[in-house]
């Protein structure tokens, strides 16, 4: 084990001195060349920039007007399958049973833990299968108002503003740190060569 241990710290200051140096080079270009440095984070941002990213994410199929189209099938079905899984959780189901054949714990306070925990998940997956039913019975007899709901909720989980709103931070972060090169890149080559000599002269001993 103390093998073990020694090639992971080995590793990991392997690891380290390449961040140390990595972090030495990028404050020593914003302290000593802004501009090279606002170049090489401009291929940086072109490379993992969410722009060439969004219209993959945000581009979807619209399955609403298939799942409308064939309400009475589908709806039926998932119906069908939200009242079984309420039967079974609400009637069937027995946590205790469940705890004792399944878990087997040790000790009557570890089993009453997970018998409050199987519980609590039960009544969980209860209450998801009775909001299933109510949209199961709104596909089938109210299609319009389960339309109305599917654009909204669209709307609401788009990656669109999340994306925009991504991307103007980091502009904004860029130009800043543009601006201030000379506090930021002092700041960051101080912290650099603090870390090189901690690295050299103290954890090498």
Wanted: contains cysteine.
């Amino acid at each position: 084990m103390s093998v073990t241990y020694q090639i992971l710290f080995s590793a990991g200051k392997i690891l380290f001195y390449i961040l140390i140096v990595m972090s030495f080079v990028v404050s020593a270009l914003i302290l000593f060349k802004p501009a090279l440095a606002a170049r090489i984070n401009e291929r940086f941002n072109a490379v993992f920039s969410t722009e060439h990213v969004h219209n993959r994410i945000d581009a979807y199929i619209d399955t609403t007007e298939t799942l409308l189209k064939y309400r009475w099938a589908l709806g039926g079905v998932f119906l069908a399958g939200s009242a079984l899984a309420i039967k079974y959780l609400v009637a069937d189901f027995d946590e205790k049973k469940f705890v004792a054949l399944i878990l087997s714990p040790n000790g009557l306070g570890t089993r009453a833990l997970y018998e409050i925990a199987i519980a609590t998940v039960r009544w969980f997956f209860a209450l998801f299968s009775c909001v299933g039913v109510f949209v199961c019975l709104a596909i089938m007899f109210r299609p319009d108002s389960f339309r109305k709901i599917s654009a909204k909720m669209d709307t609401l989980f788009s990656t669109v503003e999340f994306h925009k709103a991504l991307d103007a931070s980091n502009h904004s972060l860029d130009s800043w740190v543009l601006r201030h090169h000379v506090i930021v890149g002092a700041f960051l080559f101080m912290g650099s060569c603090y870390l090189i000599v901690i690295f050299l002269f103290v954890m090498r001993k």
